[in-house]
């Protein structure tokens, strides 16, 4: 930390890293708030989830898992597991593909091939905030499932900010663009 920081005559924020935001959470001081994520280097508490919400998480972990059998996939499905994104980023989304589930700490960014935002009231920022994130990450597909709507929003084709391609569906069965085989139905 003995870098020269330029003198400014405005006030700026600073961003945590994700080391930094690790470090605060194994010390306790998230434990008051619950759920917390690392967006772009700001802190962000999660609401508690509601059995809807649960229940879709629920349903879609079990179809994955059962479709990644079926396929003898070296791929597993994890539920709300960490993935860390240097520098400034360390996301908790509802579910992921993997294909290193075992080790310490977060999952590694370059081992996921398909993450999962379930949206019950969050839709403004699965897709928009969490999209662009997750893109400019590389992650090769994301889904969000809009419980309101009862569609799924696919993404894929990561280019900067932004995913170059996607699609919206209904729950009814739902086929990777990224993953061959790969497909679910959702009720």
């Known amino acids: 930390m003995t870098d020269h920081v330029p003198l400014t005559t405005t006030p700026l924020p600073v961003r945590l890293r994700v080391e930094d935001f690790f470090r605060l959470d194994d010390a306790g001081a998230f434990a008051d708030y619950g759920k917390t994520e690392l967006i772009r280097g700001e802190i962000f508490y999660m609401n508690s989830q509601h059995r809807p919400h649960a229940r879709a998480k629920g349903q879609l972990f079990k179809a994955l898992e059962q479709a990644l059998s079926a396929m003898n996939s070296d791929l597993e499905v994890l539920i709300e597991a960490t993935v860390a994104m ?3 980023s360390a996301p ?5 593909l993997t294909t290193q589930p075992d080790g310490e700490g977060p999952v590694p960014l370059a081992s996921v091939r398909l993450i999962v935002e379930i949206a019950d009231t969050t839709q403004q920022n699965d897709l928009g905030t969490k999209a662009g994130l997750y893109a400019e990450n590389g992650v090769p597909e994301y889904w969000v499932v ?42």
């Open 146 to 187: 809009d419980l309101k709507a009862r569609s799924v929003h696919q993404f894929w084709q990561p280019q900067g900010e932004a995913y170059a391609a996607r699609r919206e569906t209904t729950f009814a069965r739902i086929e990777s663009l990224t993953i061959p085989e790969l497909a679910v139905t959702l009720a």
């Open 86 to 88: 240097p520098p400034f």
């Open 92 to 96: 908790e989304p509802d579910l992921l």
